[in-house]
């Protein structure tokens, strides 16, 4: 299994990113995902959460209203929008997957998950 996250960079505060994660030997829409973000000197932290098959949603209090975590069945990826940014969501973002048998988005921690992404660099500026 292969996950691959992409579309981090530079950008300034109130701009927006949108980061992919595509998948191999895993099947996005059998899967609960979600994204999580490490920032320099803290813990990783759960972002948002997509279920399995109804399109069900979770997302972090800090990114509700800006964030949208989303799926593509036919191309096995999931996507993670990213609106109105600022400086505190400056962060390593991590894509994460995990077989599942039922709709639930309540995995919220990393233990939960069995498959991760290298990570992608989210720089905010000020």
């Known amino acids: 299994v292969q996950l691959q996250a992409s579309g981090g960079g530079l950008v300034q505060t109130g701009g927006s990113l949108r980061l992919s994660c595509a998948a191999s030997g895993i099947t996005f829409s059998y899967s609960a995902t979600a994204w999580f973000r490490q920032a320099p000197g803290k813990e990783r932290e759960f972002v948002a959460s997509?279920?399995?098959?109804?399109?069900?949603?979770y997302y972090a209090d800090s990114v509700k209203g800006r964030f949208t975590v989303s799926r593509d069945n036919a191309k096995n990826t999931v996507y993670l929008q990213m609106n109105n940014l600022s400086p505190p969501d400056t962060a390593v973002y991590y894509c994460a997957a995990r077989p599942s048998y039922s709709d639930s988005v309540f995995y919220l921690k990393g233990a939960d998950y069995n498959y991760w992404g290298q990570g992608t660099q989210v720089t905010v500026s000020s």
């Open positions: 997509l279920g399995r098959t109804d399109g069900r949603t």
